[in-house]
């Protein structure tokens, strides 16, 4: 059964891209997961903002200079409220990755040792893993894996044991996974490792643009999402910091901007948030995500995360009917993201993506930079549709269709 | 009939030709697609500086799997100085197939693997 369509958000149109084609056939775009599609406002204010206020920021006089300054420290402010956050601790990045490896050099060389511990899990994006390989190859540490059960869930007894050994100094984890489309239970997990004297990290990418995420009430030491899965530009990722902990960190790059005053030998660091902002900030960025936060707030994130959660049902019905296809993660909607990730039964993910693409449909086919959890799964790749706001059930019915007439192709029903 | 998965190239997927293992070989390499982890290995007996007779193991989409299977058949007999001077070129049109810029590597994964091993050369065929 599809979703009834007055319980959906019904926003395409404020999408300008979704009006052009793809191999002369109408776009239907199911790879939010990979980056989202951005609406019209966040265009405009990234093209506007170049358009009438562009300056550097944090050097002018002029009164051009203060309308830059306003405009990114005003996206700032918007941006860290719609996480529940403060801006002072609302740190700009290029992206989630790199968020992560500013964690990992400037708190993770400082606070993990020799015969320490960094604990990770198997359903990490290679984002959060490859940073805690060089970090514990760099300190002597041992990086450590939290299971994955067969439902695609972490279980935090598995957590309890880990912390039990008395080395982890560092728990990172996904909010959603991008391959299982698992939420975790990420205040209960940041709980236990805050109690057993660790420190947090939390990869929100795929949570943000679906989920009302609020930094605080989740408990995270360090909170990363990206401003392109969540109706953002490109080039702007946000790291969450818990102040005490940001403060007493080193830097991470260094040079203009992040300084209080510089010498001929040395240099002392400007305040949180700048103190991790080296160099021209990514200022026209900002202000885009600022629209895209807006955007998302008038749409309110209940209604968005209801959205998401219908056309999964959908979608998880949907896929059941295709014969030989078999979905990875929790079978229930409520328990996942907007994605489902899945193999189909003598058709490899590329030819699946590569045949729906024909009917203009857009998905992701391949390890989804999480080779680990492959592994566990035991599959080489799989493909993945993913849904945002703008998708409808009739999205999901066209990939359906797509996939059917791909099995013809391969003459799976033949055989 | 499909432009692009034609009833070879889906009979060479679906049967593929030289596939297993091959003991004992001489020469052998695997190799990766970076794009979506696909694994393609390879083994090579050689008799008289030719292939005498070669298996591929692994797993992939249809094109590069296929691409293995039919090249594999061409590769039988050809002797290591005529395999360290394939190109690209000669794999694509072997393939017979419009391969977009997007599935190129799928389509040459196989090529680099049997460079590999012949040449110690691992990069991706020009």
């Not at chain 1, 199911?30 to 300056?55: C, F, M, W, Y």
């Not at chain 1, 993770?108 to 060089?134: K, Y």
């Not at chain 2, 190799?31 to 005498?52: F, M, S, T």
């Not at chain 2, 005529?82 to 694509?92: F, K, N, R, S, Y």
Request: glycine content about 10%; aromatic content about 6%.
């Amino acid at each position: 059964m599809p979703p009834a369509a007055e319980s959906l958000l019904d926003v395409g149109a404020d999408f300008p891209i979704l009006a052009r084609r793809l191999n002369g056939r109408p776009l239907i775009y199911l790879d939010s997961g990979a980056t989202s599609q951005k609406p019209e406002v966040v265009i405009e204010a990234l093209a506007g903002h170049l358009r009438a206020h562009n300056a550097n920021v944090h050097r002018g006089v002029y009164p051009l200079a203060q309308e830059a300054d306003a405009a990114f420290e005003g996206a700032r402010a918007r941006i860290a409220a719609f996480t529940g956050a403060r801006p002072e601790t609302t740190i700009f990045t290029k992206n989630v990755t790199e968020a992560i490896n500013l964690v990992a050099y400037a708190w993770g060389r400082a606070h993990v040792g020799a015969g320490d511990a960094v604990l990770i899990t198997q359903m990490e994006h290679h984002a959060n893993i490859v940073p805690w390989q060089v970090l514990c190859r760099e300190r002597g540490a041992t990086l450590r894996y939290l299971e994955v059960d067969e439902r695609g869930e972490l279980s935090l007894e598995g957590l309890d044991a880990e912390l039990a050994r008395g080395d982890v100094r560092l728990v990172a984890f996904a909010h959603v996974s991008n391959v299982l489309g698992t939420i975790n239970p990420v205040a209960e997990m940041t709980a236990r490792v805050r109690a057993a004297g660790a420190v947090s990290l939390v990869d929100g990418a795929q949570a943000v643009p679906q989920l009302a995420v609020d930094v605080e009430r989740l408990g995270a030491d360090f909170y990363a999402w990206t401003g392109h899965k969540a109706l953002g530009p490109t080039g702007i990722g946000v790291l969450h910091g818990r102040r005490e902990i940001l403060e007493r960190m080193e830097p991470f790059l260094t040079g203009g901007d992040m300084i209080a005053s510089v010498d001929f030998q040395g240099a002392t660091w400007n305040e949180l948030p700048w103190k991790f902002e080296a160099g021209t900030p990514m200022v026209a960025e900002a202000v885009g995500l600022g629209a895209a936060v807006e955007y998302l707030e008038s749409l309110g994130m209940d209604r968005v995360r209801a959205h998401d959660r219908q056309l999964t049902a959908h979608l998880l019905e949907s896929l059941a009917r295709v014969p030989g296809l078999r979905v990875v993660g929790p079978p229930e909607a409520e328990r996942r993201g907007g994605l489902a990730s899945f193999t189909i039964e003598g058709l490899h993910p590329h030819d699946v993506a590569e045949l729906v693409a024909r009917e203009g449909v857009c998905i992701r086919a391949g390890h989804h930079c999480a080779q680990p959890l492959m592994r566990c799964l035991g599959v080489g790749a799989t493909a993945r549709a993913s849904v945002s706001v703008y998708n409808q059930a009739s999205d999901i019915d066209a990939l359906v269709g797509s996939l059917l007439a791909a099995r013809e192709v391969f003459a799976l029903d033949a055989a | 009939m499909d432009d692009l998965y034609r009833d070879y190239i889906l009979d060479h997927y679906k049967q593929p030709r030289n596939f297993g293992e091959l003991d004992p070989h001489d020469l052998e390499a695997l190799e990766h697609n970076p794009l979506c982890g696909d694994e393609l290995g390879v083994h090579i007996r050689v008799r008289d500086e030719r292939i005498e007779d070669l298996r591929f193991h692994g797993h992939g989409c249809a094109i590069s799997q296929a691409a293995a299977s039919i090249a594999s058949e061409e590769l039988k007999g050809m002797s290591l100085a005529e395999v360290g001077a394939l190109d690209a070129d000669w794999m694509i049109d072997l393939l017979g197939i419009p391969v977009s810029a997007t599935r190129r590597k799928c389509a040459l994964l196989n090529l680099k693997v049997v460079r590999g091993a012949v040449t110690g050369d691992h990069a991706w065929p020009a």
